[in-house]
């Protein structure tokens, strides 16, 4: 508790990534070619490798979600206020898992979640560490951005609205539904790492039957209820 955590590569050193250059690549780097030229010091370069991949952005879990739900929207009767309401439902059950799977598969995102872990702890206020730190944050906001345009899409394309009785309207409620979404998505996924995928089966399958629905998919479905209306026919 009162060391903290450290920058969590120190095992990663000019040496191994020369090595590893030369022998994958072919290219040959020597220390003096960048230390004190590119990076002060070999703690410079490690805490660089740190930023780099906090920048770590979500394009391929997007694109896979929003061809998940495209298809689920392709099908979808939205003539109806059953139409629309069968067809969001499906859209969010699809989607959030494909949304769920997909990262999973991503190495890169277990790597993204342990940094932003690890300077949660108590090294977020570190100098040194300030540049991980923003790197995290802007990662943050580009999911954010994402998931709003995503929700737009689906919400526009199924026929649903904002609701207009809130005290949130418009663009504002969009990304707070959006953040809220993303940090759902970020800490579920996380403990599915654990517990393995939680599901439950309830009867929205298009003449009643069973269908399975994760934890993801069901919080968001309550909450775009809450913030969003399926207008009558």
Known sequence: MEEGLDIGVDHINYTKVFDHLEETRGIRVTRGSVHERIWDSQRDFQRELVVRAAEWQFEQSTA??????????????TSTHAGRDAGMKEAI???????????????????????TGAFTVSMAEAEELAPVVESVRRSYEALSDE??????????????????????????????????????????????????????????????EMQPWDHLGYSLWLMVTSAYTNPPD
């Open 93 to 115: 059950r699809v989607g959030t898992r494909t949304n769920l799977d997909s990262v999973d598969e991503d190495d890169l995102w277990g790597l993204w979640q342990g940094i």
């Open 147 to 208: 998931f709003v345009a995503l929700y737009g899409q689906i919400t526009e394309a199924l026929g649903w609205k904002l609701r207009d009785d809130l005290d949130l309207t418009g663009a504002e409620l969009r990304r707070v539904v959006a953040s809220i979404a993303a940090a759902l998505a970020d800490g579920l996924g996380f403990r599915e790492k654990f517990t393995g995928t939680l599901t439950f089966e309830i009867p929205t399958g298009p003449h009643g």
């Open 64 to 77: 896979a979600t929003l061809e998940a739900v495209s298809a689920v929207i392709g099908a979808a009767d």
